[in-house]
């Protein structure tokens, strides 16, 4: 029914956005992985429209920053037991990238650390999507930290997400611990990580 809004961004939430077309606001959920490539509000943005409907919820917008995004996240939902909640939550959890990666080689342990996702389910996602990703055109999991290895990074947030720490928050600290620290590597971004998160909690 949509195809994408194409308007300015009159609301920014972590899980729900406002987009203004021409005078008439649109709702949207989205994922984390939408949100950190949002601009600020007030400006143009484009966003890519899911659109649900079922009789206990109604009408439901959702909204993603790229093809693959949206691609993955309709994918997700036509799995047994995995509702839009769910998917959001998936995609918030791991990349587009990662999540093809940790499919593609059964990386169970990576994606059971995704809130609301088990061992079982994780096995089963795997099983379900493994002949699908293949149509989700990716590139090499991004280093979206300038000036340091990737694989540095890649560890230290998965050793990170593993101890229960949600990724927005971590690559947000991350993203603070480097522009005033020299890491060499993964052992002490986590560390440093732990100590960042564990003040933030506590303030």
Known sequence: MYS???GILSEKLPTLIAVDCN?????????????????????????LVHYSFNESDGVRLFGFYSDEEKLLFRQ????????????????SGLSVAELVHAVQIGDVNLISTIHGIGKKSAERLVIELKDKVGDINIKAIDNEYSG???????????????????RYDIRKAISKLLQDTDFSTSEEITKAAIKALYKKRNI
Request: aromatic share 10%.
């Open 23 to 47: 005078g008439v606001g649109y709702e949207l959920f989205i994922p984390l992985s939408t949100y950190d490539k949002l601009p600020e509000i007030g400006q143009e943005v484009t966003i």
């Open 76 to 91: 997700l939902i036509n799995i047994s037991k995995v509702g839009p909640k769910l998917a959001l939550s998936v995609l």
């Open 148 to 166: 340091i290895d990737s694989d540095i990074i890649n560890d230290a947030e998965t050793a990170l997400l593993t101890l229960g720490y949600k």
């Open 4 to 6: 994408y809004f194409k």
